[in-house]
């Protein structure tokens, strides 16, 4: 046991945070990071004059406390999802990660249970401990399927009180039927079960795919949560969001600190919804990347899973650490998720898509000359 894990352990720490570590993704100087879904491509030069400029009126008022009910951001973002939303169906925090810690300190805490089923977002069970909430952990199907009779048995059995479903998931990138999410609101009815659908990623799906906005209406307990970290390139800025019955926002006021989002940060996000323009084509590109990846990855004989989101998850890899360090000593950082045979890649731009794949690419044929 190392020293400051002893200096830690002689502190009254909660039980059941003794022998944790923190979330956290390898942070390395390497010319090509791709191993935390980012948008590689940054904020566009018109979106970053505009965001400038609506941060340097934002500080003239930094000496009074920002808006407390960000009214003005809720309202632009109830307009960019649409759907019949208006500004008391929706709901910000500092990240998605917030805005649901928020719902699981009105919702969860002790005596409380939630339900994930990973592989899934390895943030969830990290939340439901630090609100100590009981984190049960689902089943998938082989090849990491979710059906809804499966789910929604899980939820009759286990009748938790929060449901975490992430769609596109993460780290598989794959999406979510609706029924999945109809199945399991109604298995929870008798528990009263609040539905959470992940949708940090819902930009990047295929043209066509139905987000969980459009169950909203009649369904009070169902929450869809966002981001403007992945297709808004606003990582830096910590901007997350959700969609719900007005009534659920209220839920979470009586659990949010005072004055939670900045007037910098409310500044900075507006400035991004009004020219979303250019940053929704940049993500049409990373689609054509992901696209590619799954295509060249195929190709050499590898298995990447369909992916709605900006990244693509792959097997087929007998040792994935090594060529996960080999791929880091060539200056490309990928995500090493843990999972037996698998990686996982952000699609990045085009060149640096092109330098991953013909990396990985002679990383493999060396390994395939070698001797048995």
């Known amino acids: 046991m190392n020293d400051q894990l002893e200096r830690l352990n002689r502190l009254p720490l909660r039980s059941n945070l003794r022998g944790l570590t923190p979330y956290g993704a390898p942070q390395l100087n390497v010319p090509i990071l791709l191993?935390?879904?980012?948008?590689?491509?940054?904020v566009p030069a018109d979106v970053r004059a505009a965001i400038t400029k609506a941060v340097s009126e934002a500080a003239a008022g930094l000496n009074r406390y920002p808006d407390r009910e960000f009214t003005e951001l809720r309202k632009a973002l109830a307009e960019y999802l649409g759907h019949g939303l208006d500004e008391s169906n929706l709901w910000?925090?500092?990240?998605?990660?917030?805005?649901?810690?928020?719902?699981?300190?009105?919702?969860?805490?002790?005596?409380?249970r939630a339900l994930g089923f990973p592989p899934t977002y390895s943030m969830y069970p990290l939340l439901a401990t630090g609100t100590d909430t009981e984190y049960i952990v689902g089943k998938?199907?082989?090849?990491?399927?979710?059906?809804?009779?499966?789910?929604?048995?899980?939820?009759?059995?286990?009748?938790?009180?929060?449901?975490?479903?992430?769609?596109?998931?993460?780290?598989?990138?794959?999406?979510?039927?609706?029924?999945?999410?109809?199945?399991?609101?109604?298995?929870?009815?008798?528990?009263?079960?609040?539905?959470?659908?992940?949708?940090?990623?819902?930009?990047?799906?295929?043209?066509?795919?139905?987000?969980?906005?459009?169950?909203?209406?009649?369904?009070e307990r169902l929450i869809v949560s966002r981001t403007m970290s992945k297709a808004?390139?606003?990582?830096?800025?910590?901007?997350?969001?959700?969609?719900?019955?007005?009534?659920v926002t209220d839920a979470l006021r009586l659990v949010r600190l005072p004055y939670h989002?900045?007037?910098?940060?409310?500044?900075?996000?507006?400035?991004?919804l009004q020219h979303r323009g250019a940053l929704m084509a940049d993500v049409e590109d990373i689609k054509k990347q992901r696209d590619?990846?799954?295509?060249?990855?195929?190709?050499?004989?590898?298995?990447?899973?369909?992916s709605d989101s900006n990244y693509v998850f792959f097997g087929?890899?007998?040792?994935?650490?090594?060529?996960?360090?080999?791929?880091?000593?060539?200056?490309?950082?990928?995500?090493?998720v843990g999972i037996p045979g698998h990686l996982r890649v952000t699609a990045?731009?085009?060149?640096?898509?092109?330098?991953?794949?013909?990396?990985?690419?002679?990383?493999?044929?060396?390994?395939?000359?070698?001797?048995a």
């Open 35 to 42: 191993n935390v879904n980012e948008n590689t491509h940054g």
């Open 92 to 112: 910000a925090a500092n990240g998605s990660n917030e805005v649901l810690q928020q719902i699981l300190q009105a919702f969860g805490g002790p005596g409380r």
């Open 140 to 219: 998938r199907a082989e090849g990491y399927d979710l059906s809804a009779e499966s789910a929604a048995r899980q939820v009759e059995e286990l009748h938790p009180n929060i449901v975490f479903l992430c769609s596109p998931n993460n780290p598989t990138g794959t999406g979510l039927g609706l029924d999945v999410v109809e199945a399991v609101y109604e298995a929870g009815e008798a528990s009263q079960t609040i539905v959470i659908v992940d949708e940090a990623y819902h930009e990047f799906a295929h043209d066509g795919t139905p987000s969980a906005l459009t169950l909203l209406p009649g369904r």
């Open 232 to 247: 808004f390139a606003l990582a830096g800025a910590r901007l997350g969001y959700m969609a719900a019955a007005p009534e």
């Open 261 to 272: 989002l900045s007037a910098i940060t409310q500044a900075t996000a507006l400035a991004a």
């Open 292 to 306: 590619r990846i799954v295509a060249e990855l195929t190709r050499m004989g590898l298995k990447p899973a369909a």
């Open 316 to 336: 087929g890899l007998e040792d994935p650490h090594r060529v996960w360090q080999e791929l880091l000593d060539a200056g490309v950082l990928i995500r090493d």
């Open 348 to 371: 990045g731009t085009e060149t640096e898509t092109t330098a991953f794949l013909t990396s990985l690419e002679n990383i493999l044929a060396s390994q395939a000359a070698l001797p």
